[in-house]
């Protein structure tokens, strides 16, 4: 299966049903930190969990409706990038993230995003990636800032977790807005 470095020994590859066991070790090194503001730590509690959320982004992937890559740092599943909603038709698809605590600040996500985006616009023909994020959630934020989305809005209270109702922001980038934004973003160096 195909590898991409993205820097630092770091590598975006496909992340499978069969990576279940490395995709638990990922959660459980991180369990509290990721479970701040996503539901992934809820999901995947488990193997069974970590192979049925694997089987869930697989089946999108065979449909056309989504997908799913592993962040590798020196051999050691550290994180990931999905399109969570990829709706070819409209041209519209919704990418997310995680890390774990250890991996996190240093460009891993950005540098990620970065090969995505310019598969979604340049392979696919996308015309715009939403980013979602908890208005809490700082490095999510920074993140869609670096990529050079644009901030649309915040819906209120729409996102019960953690026994909370928390806010969500969304943004965005379109595809003729992508070639500034990735040199903006390669210049940065994240």
């Known amino acids: 299966?195909?590898?991409?470095?993205?820097?630092?020994?770091?590598?975006?590859?496909?992340?499978?049903?069969?990576?279940?066991?490395?995709?638990?070790?990922?959660?459980?090194?991180?369990?509290?930190?990721?479970?701040?503001?996503?539901?992934?730590?809820?999901?995947?509690?488990?193997?069974?969990?970590?192979?049925?959320?694997?089987?869930?982004?697989?089946d999108k992937r065979g449909a056309?409706?989504?997908?799913?890559?592993?962040i590798w740092l020196a051999g050691e599943l550290v994180g990931g990038l999905l399109f969570r909603a990829w709706d070819t038709a409209s041209g519209v698809?919704?990418?997310?993230?995680?890390?774990?605590?250890?991996?996190?600040?240093?460009?891993?996500?950005?540098?990620?995003?970065?090969?995505?985006?310019?598969w979604a616009f340049e392979e696919r023909g996308m015309h715009r990636v939403e980013w979602y994020a908890s208005s809490a959630n700082e490095p999510s934020i920074a993140v869609a800032r670096r990529l050079g989305m644009t901030r649309e809005g915040?819906?209120?209270?729409?996102?019960?977790?953690?026994?909370?109702?928390t806010s969500t922001e969304i943004w965005a980038l379109l595809r003729p807005e992508w070639p500034a934004a990735r040199a903006r973003a390669a210049r940065s160096g994240r």
């Open 1 to 58: 299966m195909y590898a991409t470095p993205i820097g630092d020994d770091a590598e975006l590859r496909p992340l499978e049903v069969w990576h279940a066991a490395e995709l638990l070790a990922n959660i459980d090194r991180g369990r509290e930190f990721i479970g701040r503001h996503i539901g992934l730590a809820d999901v995947v509690r488990d193997l069974d969990g970590a192979r049925g959320w694997l089987k869930s982004y697989a």
């Open 154 to 165: 915040v819906l209120r209270e729409n996102y019960p977790h953690g026994g909370e109702r």
């Open 93 to 118: 698809c919704e990418a997310g993230c995680w890390l774990e605590p250890a991996a996190a600040g240093g460009g891993l996500v950005t540098r990620g995003m970065r090969v995505l985006l310019d």
């Open 64 to 70: 056309d409706a989504g997908g799913l890559h592993g």
